[in-house]
């Protein structure tokens, strides 16, 4: 085993605010190995890549822990889960971990029709959005995509001006109304720092900041 270190196979969409949680809370035996964050796109290939990428660690590491929501697997992952003898994040997306299942559960009761940006889609929302949903190249499928949804909420991970924008331009893009919500990392620094406490880690201090910095992360094919 790697020296007690623990290990969080992890969405690449939330590759960023992972490793800066972390940094922040000096979480330094826990290690991130990131599956690419366009599977999204093929959510049948997630459980056999996350599986694949458990049986792969087990040699170096005796705790692990998944870093996905359902992600849209129907229920899939979860028996890959099961299998594995692992926990995952809870909730069936990242926008109900980061916002709270409650406040999720009360955004969708308020608005049906509500297109969700996390601090990830706002910043790659061009190229994730509209050129791999291939309206850039066919304008006419953004009515097709978008014409049933009334607003676009933003559920911010960092107090980051430029992200506002993107946030804001994007809902502009689609003819969307917007909303800022400001909700942190949510459920997802509570479930890392239980797995880390589980491990037998400690946490000095809570997060307060809202941090910008980029730290590395290791990516698996």
């Not at 990131?34 to 005796?62: E, G, W």
């Not at 997306?93 to 980061?98: A, D, I, K, T, V």
Request: aromatic share 10%.
């Amino acid at each position: 085993m790697d020296g007690g270190k623990s290990l969080v196979i992890a969405c690449g969409a939330l590759a960023r605010e992972i490793t800066t949680l972390i940094e922040l809370n000096d979480w330094h035996s826990m290690r991130v190995q990131c599956i690419p964050a366009k599977i999204h796109n093929t959510p049948d290939q997630i459980p056999d890549a996350v599986r694949n990428l458990i049986r792969r660690a087990r040699p170096q590491y005796s705790d692990i822990f998944i870093a996905f929501a359902d992600c849209g697997t129907g229920g899939l992952l979860d028996r890959v889960i099961a299998e594995e003898q692992v926990e995952r994040l809870e909730g069936a997306h990242c926008y109900e971990f980061y916002a709270g299942s409650e406040a999720f559960a009360a955004l969708e009761t308020e608005e049906l029709g509500t297109f969700y940006l996390t601090d990830f889609l706002a910043r790659h929302f061009e190229r994730l959005i509209i050129k791999e949903l291939g309206i850039s190249a066919h304008p006419e499928l953004q009515e097709m995509y978008f014409s049933n949804y009334k607003r676009l909420v933003y559920l911010a991970q960092t107090n980051n001006p430029e992200l506002l924008q993107l946030a804001k331009d994007a809902a502009r893009r689609l003819n969307l109304e917007f909303e800022y919500r400001q909700v942190g990392y949510g459920q997802l620094e509570r479930d890392l720092n239980h797995f880390h406490t589980r491990c037998g880690g400690h946490t000095d201090h809570a997060v307060t900041a809202t941090p910008t910095k980029e730290f590395p992360v290791q990516w698996q094919n």
